[in-house]
């Protein structure tokens, strides 16, 4: 069976107890079926795929070796990569009302909205899988919309919680959870069947990835029922 540790959880004060459990260590994912993933694009690109292929091709020289890597692996972020070079790193935009109303909203780091916002080495949609995942969960848990991936990255960097080579420290997942009165206790393992329950009882989980399925390098993902 396999084991998971450093292990944290997070439940919400509420008659409805709700739950995060932050996760290090290698983890196997069981519960991502049904999970669709989505690209908001490149508002006011009418430039085919085809062109923003070419296009990235012939300037390589104008993105970070990562971005190049995640492309390879993952084309749904070709509009946000198509429009890198160019863009105006500042936040263009809010959680929607559909958004705030799901128990889990699906954001990306690399939504245009507030990908493009410098965040350490880089910009959040490189950088900032740390703070987009406590951003969904936030949300999720209280409906402050306020805590988008971008204020919170914001919080993360000025607070000293991004560490250089490493991204955002776990300590920032949970202190800063708890000021959204985000109860925070902290387990030493936890097997699969514990996560399987967690799930099965609306909780919501966020793993930190060694690399292999999903990155070549580390990085974290938010799994939810």
Not at 126 to 150: E, K, R, S, Y
């Amino acid at each position: 069976m396999a084991r998971y540790r450093s292990v944290r959880l997070i439940t919400r004060r509420h008659k409805h107890t709700k739950t995060l459990v932050l996760l290090t260590g290698i983890c196997i994912i069981f519960a991502l079926t049904g999970i669709m993933m989505k690209n908001t694009g490149l508002a006011g690109n009418t430039a085919t795929d085809v062109q923003k292929w070419e296009y990235i091709h012939e300037n390589q020289d104008l993105y970070p070796e990562a971005l190049l890597d995640d492309l390879e692996r993952n084309d749904e972020l070709l509009d946000f990569a198509a429009g890198y070079p160019t863009a105006d790193h500042t936040a263009q935009g809010a959680i929607t009302r559909k958004e705030r109303r799901e128990p889990c909203p699906l954001l990306l780091q690399w939504d245009t909205r507030w990908g493009y916002v410098d965040y350490g080495s880089d910009v959040i949609g490189i950088t900032g899988c740390g703070p987009t995942c406590l951003a969904m969960v936030i949300i999720g848990l209280t409906g402050n919309a306020a805590a988008t991936p971008d204020y919170l990255a914001n919080e993360a960097e000025g607070k000293g919680y991004y560490i250089s080579g490493q991204g955002t420290a776990w300590s920032f997942l949970v202190d800063e959870a708890q000021l959204f009165d985000l109860q925070v206790s902290q387990y030493s393992e936890a097997d699969e069947s514990e996560l399987k329950r967690i799930l099965d009882e609306k909780g919501l989980v966020i793993c930190s990835m060694r690399p292999g399925d999903f990155e070549q390098d580390k990085n974290r993902l938010t799994m939810m029922p």
